[in-house]
């Protein structure tokens, strides 16, 4: 008999509460006990991990959350948590909730559990995916949409097909002062500028097949104003202060710099940047601690003075934010640029600026001031959930952000520090009893000939130089395949041209049209019924389950990658090209037709895959696949490879899934 006091357990801080490790229970080396208290009014800290777990509650009253869901718990309740399972023991009562704690590792349900991808944590709740609103001081060109427009909307595709509730939002972020800037250079209003740039974009996302569900035009949308200033009223009482301190000042025009009015050298890393961030970096600076600040408004050397605006201390959230970070999907270089910019002591953070473009806050402030228009978005993402909302009767309010939202943010590396810093800190300020939810997917910068793509420098291949109804699946093919995830990638157009050439008319065209010659010569264009299986079949069919779960993981929560989706699409026509090739030998063999007739019913297979899998990214392609092969919907994802059922009639022999658009443009440039 072993007999262990748990009033006697030397209890010390451990994920926010008091616990204390139980010694002496059974195999230690299986199942590890631990005891822990949670004060009245405490919280353990969000966390996950492999190991299963189980809470048996002794005494009190609680919540546990777990992945935007709650749930009551008392004494007697036993909750047991899946590995990598979100979860966070809350006290609102009056009386210390005491509970045991059992913990131990199970390697096949953590493996099955890995195997989720991160579905479960979106089963039953809305996803709100954003691609960051883009400036309206020009059009898109192929750096925009490569980056976050087109993995927001492959992967909102992704997670509809797998029976998600999910919805793309953006929209035109009308207030950026390089909207000012570009109105400057073209002798027009920001007004203008912002209204027929906003237009051209959103044309182009058409374009690009990119269809939103919420498309947020700030200076139109009657209710947007009011909604922010009521916002930034909470960042007040959340402890935003107006306050003195350094700013920095044209010495000629006397006016106030700031963001495009700006450039210099970063004080993080000694690259040209612009006011307020370092694209290089990622680290943002107030402007008064940029090396050899110039101004855009005159040749004279800026000067430094003094101006009350609102401000925020951004380091008193470092452990709000490195805890919500916790529980994120957050990349290795997002959290290093965490580490370095909240390690900064006392970081104020201006959220006004002097300025006539923008929103006035409801506050007093001194002289012309407006909202800054990076805070102001982090109010933009949640008065699209409620515009959204609206339209589909949902109750979904801005003021009222739920447990259960689910959000998802697609940028490039270069507003890394606004979306993944700031913005919790914000939502922090405004929402103290909210905890958000928030996934983060970022991508490098896609280089043109070598150089960043630049609106400003008008360095880029517009999106609507190259989109066309016949070339838009090989443009986001080719995005796909080449834009930059983990390290910056470059363009040309010799490339790009190159690549629909070689590969998808040279391999996915080929194959698809041997295979529908051979159904026409061989089956009278019906599907064959399987015969007598090879080794070599069962193997094939066994890389093709293997490659949908590796499509599943590189399309999914966790795992987003379209370069590796792309790699997998190409390996399962690879394959099929192979497969095909091995088959053709035992073809006009009548003793091996049997045989035979498995090979093309596996080559058949092969092709439902690729029109269901390439779905998310290349839509229209996928729809004329499917329509050839005799497929009801290719816009569900598949569970398990599936055969054509027998006699389906299909029409593949005829069909040309892809344009060779060199000689397209050539034609065009002949007429032009």
């Given amino acids: 008999m072993h007999i262990i006091d748990l009033n006697e357990a030397q209890l010390a801080p451990a994920f926010g509460i008091e616990m204390a490790s139980i010694a002496g229970l059974g195999d230690q080396e299986r199942v590890r006990l631990a005891y822990g208290v949670v004060e009245p009014g405490g919280e353990s800290q969000p966390h996950k991990h492999d190991e299963l777990e189980a809470f048996l509650i002794l005494s009190g009253e609680g919540v546990i959350d777990t992945d935007g869901r709650s749930q009551p718990v008392r004494a007697g309740s036993l909750v047991l948590f899946k590995p990598f399972e979100k979860h966070v023991l809350r006290n609102p009562g009056e009386q210390p909730l005491r509970f045991c704690d059992f913990y131990w590792r199970d390697a096949a349900k953590r493996d099955v559990a890995a195997q989720d991808n991160g579905a479960a944590r979106l089963k039953g709740r809305p996803v709100f995916v954003f691609s960051t609103p883009p400036t309206p001081n020009g059009d898109l060109h192929l750096g925009h949409l490569s980056g976050p427009y087109l993995g927001a909307d492959v992967y909102v595709r992704f997670l509809r097909a797998s029976g998600h509730e999910a919805y793309h939002l953006t929209g035109s972020d009308d207030y950026q002062s390089y909207v000012v800037g570009r109105a400057r250079q073209e002798n027009s209003s920001p007004q203008q500028v912002a209204s027929h740039y906003s237009a051209a974009i959103k044309s182009t ?54 963001e495009v009015d700006v450039s210099a050298k970063c004080p993080s890393c000694g690259s040209p940047c612009g006011g307020n961030i370092c694209e290089e970096c990622g680290e943002p600076n107030n402007c008064v601690d940029l090396d050899a600040p110039r101004s855009r408004l005159s040749d004279a050397v800026p000067v430094t003075g003094a101006i009350r605006r609102y401000m925020i201390n ?67 993402f949640l008065y699209g959930i409620a515009e959204l909302g609206g339209r589909l009767g949902k109750p979904w309010q801005a003021d009222r952000p739920q447990p259960d ?55 880029a291949v517009w999106g609507k130089d190259i989109l066309s109804p016949d070339s838009v699946d090989a443009v986001r093919y080719y995005l796909a395949r080449t834009r930059g995830e983990q390290e910056r990638t470059n363009f040309t157009l010799d490339d790009f041209h190159a690549c629909v050439e070689r590969t998808l008319l040279g391999q996915w065209q080929a194959w698809l049209a041997g295979l529908g010659e051979r159904l026409r010569q061989d089956f009278q264009q019906r599907a064959p019924d399987a015969g007598n299986w090879t080794a070599a079949h069962t193997a094939y069919f066994d890389a093709l389950s293997n490659r949908l779960a590796s499509l599943s993981t590189h399309y999914g ?40 007739r498995t090979a093309i019913a596996l080559e058949l297979a092969t092709a439902r895959l690729l029109a269901q899998a390439a779905g998310p990214l290349m839509p229209r392609f996928a729809q004329r696949l499917g329509r050839a092969l005799g497929m009801e919907r290719v816009d569900v994802w598949p569970e398990s490879v599936e055969l054509s059922p027998p006699g389906t009639s299909l029409n593949l022999a005829e069909q040309r899934f892809f344009t060779p658009l060199r000689r397209a443009d050539a034609a065009e440039e002949g007429r032009s």
Avoid at 342 to 360: E, S
């Fill in 205 to 258: 996302l058409d374009l690009m097949d990119i269809h939103l569900d919420q498309y947020t035009v700030t200076t139109r949308d009657s209710g947007y104003a009011a909604g922010l200033r009521d916002f930034f009223s909470r960042l007040v009482r959340g402890g935003a202060q107006l306050r003195s301190d350094a700013a920095l000042f044209d010495a000629e025009t006397g006016d106030y710099l700031y």
């Fill in 405 to 459: 939202w689910k959000i998802v943010h697609f940028f490039g590396y270069d507003n890394s520090y606004y979306h993944s810093i700031l913005y919790p800190a914000l939502y922090r300020m405004a929402f103290p009893d909210w905890q958000c939810d928030i996934d983060y997917n970022e991508n490098e910068f896609y280089l043109l000939e070598g150089l960043k793509f630049s609106t400003s420098r008008r360095h």
């Fill in 557 to 596: 929560a966790d795992g987003f990658t379209l370069n590796r989706v792309v790699e997998d699409l190409d390996g399962l026509v690879a394959g099929a090209l192979r497969f095909a090739k091995s088959n053709e030998r035992i073809r006009l063999n009548p003793a091996l037709r049997d045989e035979y």
């Fill in 314 to 380: 951004l380091s008193a959230f470092k452990d709000a934010v490195e805890q919500h970070h916790r529980l994120s999907k957050v990349s290795p270089r997002l959290q290093q640029l965490a580490e370095r910019v909240l390690a900064r002591k006392d970081y104020w953070v201006p959220i006004t600026h002097p300025a006539q473009w923008g929103v006035p806050p409801a506050e007093e402030v001194e002289g012309s001031q407006v909202i800054w228009v990076w805070p102001e978005m982090a109010y933009g």
